[in-house]
């Protein structure tokens, strides 16, 4: 893990390095005042040299005015070498979350993947600036401590370093402790912003329910569960900081008492004993940049280790010898393919299909039977277990994923559009798309006049997730951007099931215009709308029970017929 950490400061080495560099003078700057300080004591002083007090004033006053310029460019550069792998960090998780599959999505929730992007990646940046920094600084004060005080007294200096193993022991002790408290304080805020994010996405939902008290009462379940959490690890944080303090209160006890005695006896000067004072104050401040250090790495570490088990989930895999589809027709055949969910739960068995290209195929069925299975397995947004699906006669296992989502489009029943401008979101269907091609798009989708009458036009900011619209308008939005796209299969997935009767009108006048010259896959409840298909596949989770035209399948009056009579009925 240390070594993937180490990565990330490559791209951003020379500013890292410049960063340590003045880090390193910063020590050199804060030794340079005890043994200034000795200096004037046992020489200047005693022989009256006040010329050589001042010039040692302005020498102190040169280095102290020197340690500022390096104290703001460690703090300014060196916070930006944190940002920097901070944003690189981000980058990777981002793209790599392009490559997971529908699965991971499936089982982990968007504010816990959030949490992972912000809340863990700025406590990793916080060790990627300071936690060098403190221990490189800590590092040279010390030794340069250490090397001074044997001048003076090797002794005294021993007994007084002693302490650090003590301390680094204590430190190896406690950092399990805060390790284990720390992960678990990192999951329950995953947690916590997963029911935020699903309780703000919700919120009309909850106010039409007038739920507000029930989702006050999950939040805030969730709040405690971390307060508790946090609770744990502030608690195993104040048992270390308690602890080292101690550890360096008695170091102070130590140096009075054996400084003193060795002055006493006159192994030591007073000067020299001032500088020893001095020395450990000094001494003093990097311990507790490491105990610093040590919490910035219990943090840090747990932020980069999650961020380490997100990186390494399986991305979907390719085929070596992926090919592109070109010039495609849309055959698309199904050889006894089974389909089981990670739960364990098998939704499709022994399927078989073949769909002629341009032909219309509507799936119906009761809910749970595996229509939009069928209909993610086409764009392999799902791995199948056994069997095999072809385009024109290829393997979509021997596609690469780009050619074939290219030649796919999918309308579905909820749609995500995206925050921004209707024009952003039909051009999301072909990003390189002119302006002339987007409202032709729109004009086929029967949208293009009620955009047109807002005041913005394609400019109307559609707010998040198109709030801004009405059911039918996000629906024609989003067969506006499939029209862009062109491809030459399209999956409508209850397109119209949750639209009014008269927007459906409305809605199927654009999908029927949408379908001409496409293979189709259409999964739907309401039969109705499918009368026309060439074929009708009647699907349950025993698999295919029926398949043939309308007609035919009225004919038969079996499971089909059953249905479409008490819709009829319904309705």
């Known amino acids: 893990m240390i070594k993937r950490f180490i990565q990330y400061y490559k791209p951003h080495k020379r500013l890292f390095i410049l960063d340590m560099i003045a880090a390193f003078f910063i020590s050199i700057c804060d030794l340079s005042y005890p043994i200034i300080t000795r200096g004037i004591l046992n020489d200047y002083i005693p022989n009256q040299q006040l010329r050589s007090v001042v010039v040692a004033a302005i020498l102190l006053l040169a280095i102290y005015l020197l340690k500022c310029l390096l104290a703001y460019f460690v703090q300014y550069y060196g916070h930006l070498v944190g940002v920097y792998m901070q944003a690189d960090m981000r980058r990777d998780v981002f793209n790599h979350l392009q490559k997971l599959p529908f699965s991971y999505y499936d089982e982990h929730e968007t504010g816990t993947i959030m949490s992972r992007m912000i809340n863990d990646l700025m406590d990793i940046s916080e060790l990627a600036h300071h936690g060098p920094e403190n221990l490189f600084i800590s590092s040279i004060m010390m030794i340069g401590a250490f090397i001074y005080l044997c001048t003076i007294n090797v002794q005294l200096t021993v007994i007084i370093f002693i302490f650090i193993p003590i301390l680094i022991y204590f430190a190896i002790k406690m950092r399990a402790k805060m390790t284990e408290a720390f992960t678990e304080a990192r999951v329950k805020i995953g947690e916590v912003n997963a029911n935020l994010e699903n309780s703000i996405s919700g919120i009309r939902v909850s106010k039409a329910f007038t739920n507000a008290e029930y989702e006050e009462e999950k939040f805030q379940a969730g709040n405690n569960a971390f307060k508790r959490a946090r609770e744990k690890s502030y608690k195993a944080m104040a048992q270390f900081h308690s602890g080292t303090g101690l550890i360096v209160d008695l170091l102070n006890v130590v140096v009075i008492l054996a400084g003193g005695i060795y002055t006493y006896f006159g192994v030591i000067e007073v000067a020299d004993f001032?500088?020893?004072?001095?020395?450990?104050?000094?001494?003093?401040?990097?311990?507790?940049?490491?105990?610093?250090?040590?919490?910035?790495?219990?943090?840090?570490?747990?932020?980069?280790?999650?961020?380490?088990?997100?990186?390494?989930?399986?991305?979907?895999?390719?085929?070596?010898?992926?090919?592109?589809?070109?010039?495609?027709?849309?055959?698309?055949?199904?050889?006894?393919?089974?389909?089981?969910?990670?739960?364990?739960?098998?939704?499709?068995?022994?399927?078989?299909?073949?769909?002629?290209?341009?032909?219309?195929?509507?799936?119906?069925?009761?809910?749970?039977?595996?229509?939009?299975?069928?209909?993610?397995?086409?764009?392999?947004?799902?791995?199948?277990?056994?069997?095999?699906?072809?385009?024109?006669?290829?393997?979509?296992?021997?596609?690469?994923?780009?050619?074939?989502?290219?030649?796919?489009?999918?309308?579905?029943?909820?749609?995500?559009?995206?925050?921004?401008?209707?024009?952003?979101?039909?051009?999301?269907?072909?990003?390189?798309?002119?302006?002339?091609?987007?409202?032709?798009?729109?004009?086929?989708?029967?949208?293009?006049?009620?955009?047109?009458?807002?005041?913005?036009?394609?400019?109307?900011?559609?707010?998040?997730?198109?709030?801004?619209?009405?059911?039918?308008?996000?629906?024609?939005?989003?067969?506006?951007?499939?029209?862009?796209?062109?491809?030459?299969?399209?999956?409508?997935?209850?397109?119209?099931?949750?639209?009014?009767?008269?927007?459906?009108?409305?809605?199927?006048?654009?999908?029927?215009?949408?379908?001409?010259?496409?293979?189709t896959l259409v999964v739907a409840h309401r039969l109705s709308t499918i009368k026309n298909a060439d074929e009708i596949v009647v699907i349950t989770d025993h698999g295919i029970e029926e398949r043939g035209t309308h007609e035919e399948l009225l004919e038969n009056n079996k499971l089909y017929t059953m249905l479409y009579n008490s819709q009829f009925k319904t309705n």
């Open 274 to 519: 001032v500088a020893y004072m001095l020395f450990i104050n000094m001494f003093v401040s990097p311990i507790r940049k490491l105990i610093d250090f040590v919490e910035q790495l219990q943090s840090g570490a747990t932020g980069f280790s999650r961020f380490c088990e997100l990186m390494d989930q399986e991305p979907e895999q390719e085929s070596k010898d992926a090919r592109n589809l070109e010039h495609v027709e849309g055959h698309i055949r199904f050889d006894n393919v089974n389909f089981t969910y990670s739960d364990g739960k098998e939704v499709l068995h022994d399927i078989n299909l073949d769909i002629p290209a341009g032909k219309t195929v509507a799936l119906v069925g009761p809910s749970g039977g595996g229509k939009t299975t069928i209909c993610h397995l086409v764009p392999r947004f799902y791995q199948l277990e056994t069997g095999t699906i072809s385009i024109d006669g290829i393997n979509i296992e021997n596609i690469s994923y780009e050619s074939l989502r290219k030649n796919i489009g999918i309308v579905q029943q909820d749609v995500f559009l995206f925050t921004g401008t209707i024009r952003e979101n039909i051009a999301y269907g072909r990003l390189d798309a002119s302006e002339e091609e987007i409202i032709q798009a729109a004009k086929r989708a029967n949208i293009h006049d009620y955009v047109m009458q807002l005041e913005h036009g394609y400019d109307t900011q559609i707010g998040e997730r198109g709030v801004k619209l009405s059911g039918g308008q996000k629906q024609r939005l989003s067969i506006a951007r499939v029209f862009l796209k062109n491809p030459a299969i399209l999956i409508l997935d209850e397109a119209t099931s949750a639209l009014d009767n008269a927007t459906e009108i409305l809605i199927q006048d654009a999908l029927d215009e949408l379908c001409k010259g496409r293979t």
